[in-house]
């Protein structure tokens, strides 16, 4: 991710090295770099398209598509991002990279309630770690995680639960957030001597993360503050590396008269805390944030094709516009247990 910015001096350099080496050693590098001091988001747009197919290791293409993927989610477009990620995994499907984005796109598959395709996802995702044991460790986990989060939602509470304890026994746990998951999951299901053991393991394991934070709130089986349907995948993924792009130093040159409101970088509008495809579980989400005080909560329809999903939107006043101050919702949000992510004008559903 981006926390440095370099200038138009440093993006031009970048620019013209791909121009002439783009299928060498080192081409990822220099595209991550030229992202990285790009003016705006069309640039990086531009640059993914004209030279991520161009990079000379598979590994590296599929980086660089999944990077795409990133800032088109943070956009909103959650088909196209989709679509972003899956063809990162086609051009590595045996890496890491083009595993790490399959994971990224079945969470997605399952925010749209493609549910059984969000099980295969995570089945591919396992069984390369099975055949590539260097592969395992947090990438196997994620994926566990994905198929449960998928049965969840398809009502197989007890299944996912199941699978979560099955796994646990023969493996080390290496992301607090399964555990938090199985955590809310066992007091779902009423199991609450299991979740206290669990909340336990977060606090002496993952002292110092925002799970054990979350798991050390109160509980119980009716508890709709962790979510578990389908929620949105981006947290901050790409998040500083989309505020830290700068401004041009310099005008940059065209063929006709600059387009201001064009080039400007997309506005954040609000945040997106959940994704159904029954309206009545986007409404219980809203009732709750009412709850804990975000009162503009609200449902929007939104049609994909052939389907209607319900999104589960806090707006962000004009006042708040800054990502910065969208960020702080997002974490006050994360830490009520509800997930959300950014959403830009022209990302946001109708």
């Known amino acids: 991710m981006l926390a440095v910015v370099h200038g138009a001096g440093a993006f031009s350099s970048h620019l013209d090295w791909l121009e002439r080496n783009v299928g060498s050693d080192g081409d990822f590098e220099r595209l991550d770099a030229a992202i990285e001091a790009a003016p705006n988001l069309r640039v990086v ?3 993914m398209e004209k030279f991520a197919d161009r990079l000379a290791r598979p590994e590296d293409r599929s980086r660089a598509y999944r990077l795409h993927a990133e800032l088109i989610e943070l956009r909103g477009n959650t088909v196209e991002a989709e679509k972003r990620y899956r063809e990162a ?5 045996e890496s890491r990279p083009g595993l790490e984005a399959l994971i990224a796109a079945g969470n997605l598959a399952l925010e749209r309630g493609a549910y059984d395709e969000a099980l295969e996802d995570a089945e591919t995702v396992s069984g390369a770690g099975r055949a590539q044991p260097e592969e395992a460790g947090s990438l196997a986990e994620a994926a566990l995680l994905l198929s449960a989060r998928a049965q969840v939602a398809m009502e197989r509470e007890r299944e996912a639960f199941a699978e979560l304890e099955a796994y646990h026994q023969d493996h080390a746990v290496t992301l607090p957030k399964t555990l938090l998951y199985k955590a809310e999951l066992a007091a779902r299901l009423g199991r609450d001597a299991r979740r206290a053991e669990l909340v336990e393991r977060i606090s002496d394991e993952f002292p110092d993360s925002p ?13 709709r503050r962790v979510e578990l349907l389908p929620s949105p995948a981006g947290l901050f993924s790409g998040f500083e590396r989309a505020v830290a792009l700068p401004e041009p130093e310099t005008p940059r040159e065209a063929d006709g008269p600059r387009d201001d409101a064009a080039d400007a970088e997309p506005r954040v509008v609000g945040v997106q805390t959940g994704s159904f495809s029954v309206k009545e579980n986007a409404e219980y989400m809203v009732r709750d944030l009412r709850e804990e005080g975000f009162s503009e909560a609200e449902v929007r329809r939104r049609e994909v094709g052939d389907s209607t999903y319900y999104q589960v939107f806090v707006p962000v006043s004009s006042s708040q516009g800054h990502r910065s101050e969208a960020q702080r919702v997002v974490v006050e949000l994360k830490e009520l247990g509800f997930e959300g992510f950014l959403l830009f004008d022209g990302g946001a559903a109708e």
């Open 211 to 223: 799970e054990a934070r979350l798991a050390s709130k109160p509980s119980g089986a009716g508890d």
């Open 89 to 93: 995994f086609e051009h590595a499907p």
């Open 45 to 47: 747009d531009d640059l």
